[in-house]
């Protein structure tokens, strides 16, 4: 069975870094758009950026210029940097493989003022 496999989350001081990673297992042969989403308790969940399998990037405007989106094979990353209180959230992961939409289990990222 699909599932994916999120790391890398955590506690950092604002202006730091971090990365996370999100691993598709399973019987895949191709795997479509990739994406990392963040809820924040009360809010709805946001898009933070997606990568389709070929295009463009697209980003939440208020991480432009500061995260990036890359993927490779089966992995999709997402480098976090110059990170802001108002980034700490759950992120997810999010792969569409074949007709179905995946999601990652969640990872907390904490960024302290």
């Known amino acids: 069975q699909e599932q994916l496999v999120e790391s890398g989350g955590g506690l950092v001081q604002a202006g730091g870094s971090l990365r996370l990673s999100c691993t598709a297992s399973?019987?895949?042969?191709?795997?479509?758009?990739m994406a990392w989403y963040r809820q924040v308790p009360g809010k709805q969940r946001e898009l933070v950026a997606a990568?389709?399998?070929?295009?463009t990037t697209n980003y939440l405007d208020s991480v432009k210029g500061r995260f990036t989106i890359s993927r490779a094979k089966k992995t999709v990353y997402l480098q976090m940097n110059s990170l802001k209180s108002e980034d700490t959230a759950v992120y997810y992961c999010?792969?569409?493989?074949?007709?179905?939409?995946?999601w990652g289990q969640g990872t907390q990222v904490t960024v302290s003022s």
């Open positions: 399973g019987s895949i042969f191709s795997i479509g758009t």
């Open positions: 999010y792969a569409r493989i074949g007709l179905y939409d995946y």
């Open positions: 990568i389709p399998s070929s295009g």
